[in-house]
């Protein structure tokens, strides 16, 4: 059924790049000096920003899982609303499918773009029924004709997800987190998209309840040829569903490389602390783990540190990273990391 739901949809659709090598005919998004400052307080004469992304630069291939992690206040977040243009960038391309889509009208888009936000409750508006809040972008992008046509699309989305024809009439506080999590994917999935954001889409379930929205994710992805940016800050989860991964810290990417090279082959001081917090389920193997422990607090994006912004907290910076901020650069065959001192690291 679900075909028939996406043929119905197709019918009536009319920086530096450093993120590996690529083919420019299967990339579909692409980041190029990727800049969004917020700005703070009313002076005009001395006015601040808070730098959540800092000029990063990325690309994502066509059927592709990209993750994205960090600590909470890197900029994951943001990154991913702003190559939605939820926000809009203060500089930078974003080029989707070989087109700049930076300055142009988003609405032809938004069917091909669409997001699931970390909040499943908080995104959902509570005065509608399920079934209008599936449909409702059904409705904005006039993709059906008639009232059936709208109704089995909303039916086989519910479906596609794990819910059933009943769930339609009922609201989002009758729902659990999971349940309601899953109408916000089939929102998403309702205009037939082919680039999703995933915004952190199961920090707030349950452990079991995240196994199970993973596992869909990747289903969904084989079924339908779906891309995803998939942000969270558990590196565990994201080099379990990615292809590639990047780390950010402070609004810079300071690591990208292969899933598997990022988890076995890291090279960044502050990648490695990340892989060492994962948990081990092996009490004994867990004891002999050693924890990579960062001192300090994350510097405010509001006045970050001078050079490279993880010097603060890094036990290798010296002067030359006071002074000289590290370019992410190729360490190995598509693997790319920004730091001075990488012969330090053991």
């Known amino acids: 059924m679900l075909d028939v739901a996406k043929r119905r949809i197709r019918a009536q659709q009319g920086g530096n790049e450093v993120s590996g090598k690529k083919d420019k005919g299967n990339t579909l998004l692409e980041v190029q000096n990727l ?25 994502i291939e066509k059927g592709e899982t990209f993750g994205l992690v960090g600590e909470s206040g890197c900029g994951k977040t943001t990154t991913g609303r702003s190559v939605l243009r939820l926000y809009e960038p203060t500089s930078g391309k974003i080029i989707y499918n070989g087109v700049d889509i930076t300055k142009v009208d988003m609405k032809p888009y938004r069917q091909k773009m669409q997001i699931v936000f970390q909040d499943p409750y908080a995104s959902l508006d509570p005065r509608m029924t399920v079934g209008d809040i599936v449909g ?14 709208r109704a089995d699309i909303i039916m086989e989305m519910l479906e596609r997800v794990g819910l059933n024809s009943e769930h339609a009439n009922r609201y989002p506080h009758e729902f659990s987190g999971g349940q309601r999590q899953r109408v916000g994917i089939a929102r998403a999935l309702a205009v037939n998209p ?33 891309t995803y940016l ?29 899933s598997s090279e990022i988890v076995f082959n890291n090279v960044h001081p502050y990648t490695r602390s990340l892989i060492s917090a994962i948990p081990v389920p092996d009490p004994n193997m867990s004891r002999k783990k050693k924890r990579i422990v960062l001192e300090g607090d994350v510097p405010s994006p509001l006045n970050p540190p001078s050079g490279c912004r993880f010097r603060t907290r890094c036990p290798y910076a010296d002067e030359q990273c006071k002074v000289e901020e590290p370019k992410l650069a190729e360490v190995s065959n598509g693997h790319y990391a920004a730091c001075h001192h990488l012969d330090r690291v053991p």
């Open 194 to 226: 082919e680039f999703i954001v995933c915004d952190e889409p199961i920090s707030a379930l349950d452990v079991s309840i995240q196994a199970q929205i993973v596992n869909m994710f990747e289903e969904l992805q084989e079924k339908m040829g779906l």
């Open 35 to 59: 800049k969004q400052y917020f700005p703070v307080g009313n002076s005009l004469f001395d006015k601040k920003y808070i730098k959540a992304v800092d000029d990063i630069s990325f690309h």
């Open 230 to 258: 998939f942000i969270a800050h558990d590196i565990s989860v994201v080099k379990h569903i990615s292809r590639r991964i990047g780390v950010m810290y402070l609004g810079k990417l300071v690591e990208l490389a292969e």
């Open 136 to 149: 409702e972008a059904i409705d904005i992008n006039k993709l059906v004709s008639s009232k059936k046509e």
